[in-house]
């Protein structure tokens, strides 16, 4: 039977990006992240610029809201505005890697709805303020002025389009398979979505 497919949601700073492939490497199975945004990017012909401002942009328009509701293989959105487009296309991508590899890591997209009918192992990653701003001036660049308020935006953005697109709320713990403190080191959390993960299959294995 094939395994459920690793979905990571993040907070800014918490090293998800790291941690899922970390994980992906210790499994021997692809980490996705913004691979997905450049496949999104040449498949339908933009730049990807263009995508990356307007994705995890809140959706705008009416028609959106009805267009989530329905099956998006079967609806065309040329009208839309681009940012009420990512989601829908991105979605695809998902859809069609997941068609053709046995099993991945997904980093943020809302993947834990996008392929919830599959079945996947979602995780949610987070921190204290402190340890990530620490790590968004460290590790990311970001001038120590800027770095709270950065990362307040990136959350937001995040949890918008995360609720936004799936009706749930990104902070809620209780719609994840396994949550983590990434303050616990990010070798240490990768390990333990491994062997979460591990545990977690052996009851289709049955």
Not at 2 to 31: D, F, V
Not at 58 to 69: D, G, K, N, R
């Amino acid at each position: 039977m094939k395994k459920p497919i690793i979905t990571i949601e993040r907070q800014y700073g918490s090293g998800g990006s790291i941690i899922g492939q970390l994980a992906a490497e210790k499994l021997g199975i692809n980490c996705y992240n913004r691979q997905i945004l450049d496949m999104t990017a040449e498949k339908c012909g933009l730049r990807k610029e263009q995508l990356e401002s307007a994705e995890e942009t809140v959706p705008t328009s009416f028609l959106y809201s009805l267009l989530i509701s329905a099956n998006p293989a079967r609806i065309t959105e040329d009208n839309l505005p681009l940012s009420d487009k990512v989601f829908l296309m991105e979605s695809r991508i998902i859809n069609e890697l997941a068609d053709k590899e046995k099993n991945f890591i997904l980093v943020g997209r809302c993947g834990s709805y996008v392929l919830e009918e599959r079945g996947c192992f979602s995780v949610y990653i987070y921190a204290p303020a402190e340890f990530r701003i620490k790590r968004a001036v460290e590790e990311y660049g970001i001038p120590e002025r800027k770095a709270e308020s950065t990362m307040k935006k990136a959350d937001k953005r995040r949890e918008t389009f995360f609720n936004v697109n799936t009706g749930k709320s990104w902070q809620d713990k209780d719609i994840y398979s396994l949550c983590l403190n990434s303050e616990l080191g990010d070798e240490l959390c990768a390990e333990l979505i491994v062997k979460a993960y591990q545990e977690y299959n052996k009851r289709f294995e049955k």
